[in-house]
């Protein structure tokens, strides 16, 4: 089975700190992505990677950055934590392009 | 860009009866049309999905159908049970996009 690992289920920090969200997946996908849930609004898209120090911008990439060194891991960086960050973040990964997405159980921030 | 409408946003029905959620999309380019559904405390995963060459797909009790000249498409749940109580949410994808655009989500619940 495909496993997407996120490292921090939850999280609190305050306003102004740098927060990073780690997502790892163990089957080799070329593309990974990162994902921002909330209520009424559905998943929208931060910010994807389909190789290894490549990335692209999502539907709503201001006030991140992310990262992706090996091909296995994938970083969502928060440079200055926002209260308007709080939400919950999802990464997902796929082989080359199937369609199909695999999602990490999430990381449910609080920026207080 | 793809827009997807998901409705309704909560849906409960007695268990044994039918579930219906719907959503309607924008680009008539899109051509993949999958279904998530996220538990409780987990991330969203994959139970059924479409593409625009067949109209109609059944999986034991989960079908979805698909209307490309109203740009709308459906997920239906027979004979519904407790466990299939959660948030569903449709997706849209375009050839050569290697993304996806979700829709706001349903939350359906089955009641004993």
Known sequence: ?????????????????????????????ENMFWYRQDPGL????????????????GDIPEGYSVSREKKERFSLILESA??????????????????????????????? | GENVEQHPSTLSVQEGDSAVIK??????????????????????????????????????RIAVTLNKTAKHFSLHITETQPE???VYFCAAGAPGANNLFFGTGTRLTVIP
């Not at chain 1, 496993?3 to 089957?27: A, I, P």
């Not at chain 1, 998943?43 to 911008?57: A, C, N, P, Q």
Request: proline share 3%; with cysteine.
């Open chain 1, 1 to 29: 089975d495909v496993k997407v690992t996120q490292s921090s289920r939850y999280l609190v920090k305050r306003t102004g700190e740098k927060v990073f969200l780690e997502c790892v997946q163990d089957m080799d996908h």
């Open chain 1, 42 to 57: 559905g998943l929208r898209l931060i910010y994807f990677s389909y190789d290894v120090k490549m990335k692209e911008k």
């Open chain 1, 82 to 112: 926002s209260t308007n960050q709080t939400s919950m973040y999802l990464c997902a990964s796929t082989p080359v392009w199937t369609g199909e997405l695999f999602f990490g159980e999430g990381s449910r921030l609080t920026v207080l």
């Open chain 2, 23 to 60: 959503c309607t999309y924008s680009d008539s380019a899109s051509n993949y049309f999958p279904w998530y559904k996220q538990e409780l405390g987990k991330g969203p995963q994959l139970i059924i999905d479409i593409r625009s060459n067949v109209g109609e797909k059944k999986d034991q």
């Open chain 2, 84 to 86: 299939d109580s959660a």
